[in-house]
Structures are given as C-alpha cells and as structure tokens.
C-alpha cells in the first residue's frame, strides 16, 4: 500500500492563497486530493492518472492547480482566490491502478489514503 503524508494546510482570509504537499512513497497510477467539510461528503477536487490528464472539480476550475514533482513522489495543491466553502479537511488519496478520466475524482475508486490536512478560509 502506497503511504501518503501531507502538509501546507492552515487559515487564510477569503482570496487568500495555500500549498498543500502530498509526499508518496510506493508505485502509483492515479493520484489526486479530496476534500471533506463537517456534515458533507468527501469529493474529488483535482487528480491526475498515468495520462497526466488532470481532472478538476468545477467549483476549483480557474482557481486550483495541481502539479507534481515526480523526482520527489510528490504532489501539490496550489489554492488561490479561496472562498469560505473551500473550508475542509484535505486529504491526498492514491491508487497503484491508471484510472480512467472519467473516474478520477471518485473517492471510492483510490485505497490510499492520508491523514488529511484541515484548510480554514474566513470571511
């Protein structure tokens, strides 16, 4: 099983801009973050596969980008323009499978998971 650990979460004001770091150690094929809020879900945000197609959930389009540095196993999350509901725990999520486009933001289809790291944006 891939280990996952992130890091770069913490309070920002509305429009404000984080980093999040997702170290892995393991092969992996898809690789992506999720969010999860108090009384919500957890949805897919933004995921790559072996394609380096990356997927981004509409409501981070034009705001999130996700990168890697496959040197160091790691992935990123750069936040800008963040929004009160941008407020979650933020987890880093793997899979040794190549998931296809379509799948990659469905958190059921990865099974490693981080310990999350908690994003807080005030008003």
């Known amino acids: 099983q891939v280990q996952l650990v992130e890091s770069g979460g913490g309070s920002v004001q509305a429009g404000g801009s984080l980093r999040l770091s997702c170290a892995a150690s393991?092969?992996?094929?898809?690789k992506g973050w999720f969010r999860q809020a108090p009384g919500k879900e957890r949805e897919g945000v933004a995921a790559i596969g072996n394609s380096d197609n990356i997927q981004y959930a509409r409501s981070v389009k034009g705001r999130f980008t996700l990168s890697q540095d496959n040197a160091k196993n790691t992935l990123y999350l750069e936040m800008n323009g963040l929004k009160p509901e941008d407020t979650a725990m933020y987890y880093c999520?793997?899979?040794?499978?190549?998931?296809?486009?379509?799948?990659?933001?469905?958190?059921?289809?990865?099974?490693?998971w981080g310990q999350g790291t908690q994003v807080t944006v005030s008003s």
């Open positions: 393991g092969y992996i094929g898809s």
């Open positions: 999520a793997a899979d040794r499978r190549a998931l296809a486009w379509w799948s990659l933001l469905i958190p059921s289809n990865y099974n490693s």
